[in-house]
């Protein structure tokens, strides 16, 4: 077949170049065909925007042409699909899942972009045609449906064009006339609920502007990447049903010529897109749903040694912890890792890594430390050969590793993990980097837990001078930085170094967040207890030994509340039950109960029972046991039982 025709009479020409932009299909066939000379020429690595520079436009470029204006008439014509992509795809794996799609319909005509617009204009003048916007969207509602490429990075969902192509289709057919090509979807759940039309990108600022503009006159850009996402997770579903619909149609062996052909692997297929899909929606019982289904087709079909099959069932264990179905979670990983370890080498093979990893994730969120340290040590030795030290894959099971450690108390050994974290980190992306950060924050952490308080200030301060120099003196970071370092200079009884720079935090916070923002009014408030706290701190002359108190046999337990702010401090005897108002100080003395407002400070002696609001401050001695909502700092001392409810 002539992959080009020869140049044409004038008079053709000009025929051909009317030919309007909704009738610019091509051809499958040709269009695979011509994909594979393209590979050839520019390397398996081109992406479309390749392929655009390198052959489309030095093809046409003496007639200022179309591409389609120099394909053979008979490969051209309306189209019944359109393609939606981006341009940093490789063109060969567009081409590829292409091929797989319609891999039953040779004769049926896609429309795609570079080859129906004609890129010399973009070439010369740079800037968006004035009728390419009416173009694309006449297209799109002629075309019987819309084809979205998804790409193996997601890059789609970030693309201006793209978005503008989803918005058209499920304006003029709804979900139904969207379907979703897929090469790899593991960046889908990261990228699914940051889909934003307000922030999405384009090659020239001048088209990002037109169609931002368009948008926000109709829909909205808020309406619009819901919509987005809703479309997104019908389609996949729509495309579930049908398969599995036909694939009971068809029960019995495979009549195709290969097993590939099987309606029963194309249902699993179907049912592993929608799951996830769906789990990037995290409608986790659903993704659980397609993924058992996928892998009770895939095991009648190929075995239960096949990888495919494998995968179904890794990905059942993936929904099942999701679901927080732990327990069920864990059997069916084992079984996994056993598949993997019989039917494939584990060193090879990066998803018997990836099933060692998942089971020992499963056993540190079952708190399963030990058996978790035991796992992510042989998955760091397989990392290790699979991947290499530098890693990110190796950096994060050695993060997961430490967390094992520090669950049984074994601290030390935390630490030295976290230290060789932090090396890599610093070595591979840079000291200033926010992993690089978060890991000296998480380091500090360890050591003011293990009474080394003052290496922990030091990695502190560094943390607090690398994201200022990173993000700016004014980033909310840099409070939480500054708020973390106070906590610790008042655990050393550096009181004064802590009342300055807790002043800096006010004037950052009424400058960032304002004066009237609750964290604000916290700082204000907790100031104002800072040198009734300093002075509690200051040695005081033991008091003269009394008898002990005969217990109280009918009377309950006195409770002392301070009404306002500038208080002195309650302070709990034994069986005592201590309520504190906003602002106040309050210490209970062993077996205390202690109950407090916003803005409080407590500190628990031994066996003291503290229960916190959201933003409280507590340190609590050991056998303390802390309740505190979301938001609450608690550094606790060894022994005692912390629990956090996030409300």
């Known amino acids: 077949m002539a992959l080009h025709s020869k140049v044409k009479p004038s008079n053709e020409g000009d025929r051909r170049q009317k030919l309007p932009v909704t009738e ?41 042409c179309r591409y389609v204006d120099i394909i053979e008439p008979v490969n051209v014509g309306a189209p019944q699909y359109f393609l939606s992509h981006t341009w940093s795809m490789r063109f060969a794996t567009l081409m590829e899942v292409v091929a797989q799609r319609l891999r039953n319909e040779p004769d049926s005509f896609v429309w795609l972009d570079i080859c129906a617009i004609n890129q010399n204009k973009y070439e010369d003048k740079g800037e968006l045609q004035a009728d390419d916007v009416s173009h694309l969207s006449s297209v799109v509602r002629k075309a019987k449906s819309t084809l979205f490429c998804l790409d193996e990075k997601g890059k789609s969902l970030t693309r201006i064009w793209c978005l503008f192509e ?14 979703i090509l897929t090469y790899q979807m593991r960046f889908l759940p990261n990228l699914f609920h940051e889909i934003d039309v307000s922030k999405a990108q384009a090659s020239l600022e001048s088209d990002r ?12 850009y808020q309406q619009l990447s819901l919509n987005i996402k809703e479309a997104l997770v019908e389609s996949a579903d729509r495309e579930a049903q049908q398969a599995l619909a036909l694939a009971q149609q068809h029960v019995g062996p495979s009549t195709g010529s290969t097993p590939t052909d099987s309606p029963a692997l194309a249902a699993a297929a179907a049912c592993t897109k929608a799951a996830f899909v769906a789990h990037a929606a995290r409608q986790y019982e659903r993704a659980g749903e397609y993924d058992s289904r996928a892998l009770d087709l895939n095991t009648k079909v190929l075995g239960l040694e096949h990888p495919d099959t494998i995968a179904s069932m890794e990905s059942v264990g993936v929904s099942l912890s999701d679901q927080g179905k732990l327990k069920e979670a864990e059997a069916v990983k084992r ?37 978790a340290e035991a796992m992510y040590r042989q998955v760091l030795v ?27 108390g074994k601290r030390g050994e935390g630490e030295a993990v976290q230290r060789q974290v932090l090396e ?6 840079g000291p200033d980097h926010p992993d690089t950060t978060r890991m000296m924050d ?3 952490v360890n050591l003011i837990i ?21 993000l700016g003196p004014e980033n909310p970071d840099i409070i939480y930085s500054m708020k973390d370092l106070i906590r610790n200079l008042v655990g050393q009884g550096k009181h004064e170094e802590a009342e300055a720079m807790k002043r800096q935090v006010l004037e950052l916070q009424v400058k960032v967040l304002g004066q009237e923002h609750p964290d604000t009014v916290y700082t204000l408030q907790s100031m104002r207890n800072l040198a009734p706290g300093m002075k509690q701190q200051a040695p005081r002359k033991p008091a003269p030994s009394k008898p002990a108190p005969k217990p109280a046999l009918t009377k309950p337990a006195p409770t002392a509340t301070p009404a306002k702010p500038a208080a002195k401090p309650a302070i709990g005897k034994l069986s005592t039950s201590v309520t504190g108002q906003r602002g106040t100080s309050v210490t209970g003395q062993r077996g205390t109960s202690v109950t407090r407002q916003r803005g409080s400070s407590v500190t628990g002696q031994e066996g003291t029972s503290v229960t916190v609001r959201k933003g409280t401050s507590v340190t609590g001695q050991k056998g303390t046991s802390i309740t505190g909502q979301k938001g609450t700092y608690m550094p606790i001392s060894a022994g005692p039982k912390a629990t956090t409810s996030k409300k």
Not at 25 to 37: F, N, Q, T, Y
Not at 335 to 362: C, H, I, S, T, Y
Not at 424 to 429: A, G, I, M, N, S
Request: hydrophobic share 45%; glycine share 4%; charged share 25%.
């Open 442 to 444: 998480a380091l500090a």
């Open 24 to 64: 610019c299909g091509i051809r499958v066939s040709w269009l695979l065909s011509w994909a594979k000379v393209v590979e050839q020429k520019l390397g398996p690595d081109a992406t479309t925007a390749d392929v655009c520079a390198k052959f489309v436009i030095p093809s046409t470029r003496s007639k200022k």
């Open 335 to 371: 079984e996994v890792l056993a598949l993997q370890a019989k039917v494939q080498d584990p060193l090879a093979d990066f998803r018997a890594l990836n099933g060692m990893r998942n089971l020992a994730q499963n056993l540190l969120s079952q708190s399963k430390y030990e058996e």
């Open 424 to 429: 890599l980190q610093t070595k591979v992306l």
């Open 209 to 220: 502007v037109r169609i931002l503009a368009e948008i926000a006159a109709d829909i909205g």
């Open 382 to 408: 397989l990392h290790a050969k699979v991947d290499g030290p530098e890693h990110p894959a190796q950096i994060h099971s050695m993060i997961n590793l430490v967390h094992a450690l520090n669950g049984q």
């Open 166 to 179: 989803i918005w058209h289709t499920v304006k003029a057919k709804g979900s139904a006339g969207l379907e």
């Open 450 to 470: 293990m009474h080394k308080r003052e290496e922990a200030e030091t990695l502190q301060r560094q943390v607090l001078q690398l994201r200022t120099k990173a």
